[in-house]
């Protein structure tokens, strides 16, 4: 089991922009993917980037791309979600979770308790 810490959400203006971080404890994090989901009220969790364990591979939701970037320092344990040019619609819990190599959107462990971010327009 991983242990995971979701970082930096907050409130902003359409337009603005954010940098998510998730501290990830475990000494398998090189070897996994990881990606990054979000809830919004009312609706289901759904996916919205993730990366390959080197870094190699990126997949986005086809709502973020171009928008959102995501990285990882394998060094540190942390993965990135740097969010540019946001819009309303981008308001929801975060939350970063180890992904399946197979399959990006099939998280593997628990939730951990997210961060907010919540755009204004």
């Known amino acids: 089991q991983v242990q995971l810490v979701e970082s930096g959400g907050g409130l902003v203006q359409a337009g603005g922009s954010l940098r998510l971080s998730c501290a990830a404890s475990?000494?398998?994090?090189?070897?996994?993917?990881m990606g990054w989901f979000r809830q919004a009220p009312g609706k289901a969790r759904e996916f919205v980037a993730a990366i390959s364990g080197s870094g190699a591979s990126i997949l986005y939701a086809d709502s973020v791309k171009g928008r959102f970037t995501i990285s990882r320092d394998n060094a540190k344990n942390m993965v990135y979600l740097q969010m540019n040019r946001l819009k309303p619609e981008d308001t929801a819990v975060y939350y970063c979770n180890r992904v399946r190599n197979s399959n990006y959107h099939e998280p593997i462990d628990y939730w951990g308790q997210g961060t907010q971010v919540t755009v204004s327009s």
């Open positions: 475990g000494r398998t994090f090189t070897n996994t993917a």
